[in-house]
């Protein structure tokens, strides 16, 4: 898979821009999906991506979690390697969110954020960065973000406009990250 970096002269200044993250490997389905947590693979991928978006330039204003543990886990390692000091918000919602009501979330994301990052689900992180894909973006960031969506893979998007304004169709693809490490 392609592992396009963003540098520090992708992105329009004046541009919003969003990562959509899927929770790093988890452990296998038990009793409580929620409490399911990180394996040690997981755990070295959250901090590798981490350390990716960092030296992408990265530096999310705000952070929307699903409030199961391995999303605020992948969260806490990334965080920690990209020397992020953020409280992101953690939104039950998100666990089974459609993605719509994902895209609706980001949304509601404060003015002053130039830079969010969701940390999120499959189905949903996979479908929702396909949605927001207006197809003007890097080609071959596309065409390994269509190839699969594995546990901690990354899509970063631009977009110009209002959070409100977000809509399918409406952000470039700048760049995916597969998720391992």
């Excluded at 990180?38 to 990265?58: H, K, P, V």
Aim: glycine share 8%.
């Amino acid at each position: 898979m392609h592992n396009h970096r963003v540098t520090s002269s992708d992105p329009v200044p004046s541009q919003r821009r969003v990562v959509l993250m899927r929770h790093a490997k988890a452990e296998a389905w038990g009793q409580d999906d929620h409490a399911r947590r990180l394996t040690g693979q997981g755990r070295a991928d959250a901090a590798a991506a981490g350390r990716w978006l960092s030296e992408s330039a990265f530096t999310p204003d705000h952070a929307l979690l699903s409030s199961a543990i391995r999303t605020r886990e992948t969260w806490a390692l990334a965080a920690e390697a990209a020397g992020w000091d953020l409280t992101p918000a953690i939104e039950e919602g998100l666990f089974s969110a459609s993605p719509e009501a994902a895209l609706d979330l980001i949304r509601e994301s404060p003015a002053h954020a130039h830079a969010v990052i969701v940390v999120g689900h499959n189905p949903t992180i996979a479908y929702l960065a396909q949605l927001l894909d207006d197809g003007s973006g890097d080609t071959e960031a596309g065409a390994a973000m269509v190839g699969g969506y594995p546990p901690c893979a990354m899509a970063v998007f631009g977009f110009d406009g209002d959070w409100a304004d977000l809509d399918m169709a409406s952000a470039s693809l700048q760049a995916f990250h597969p998720g391992h490490s």
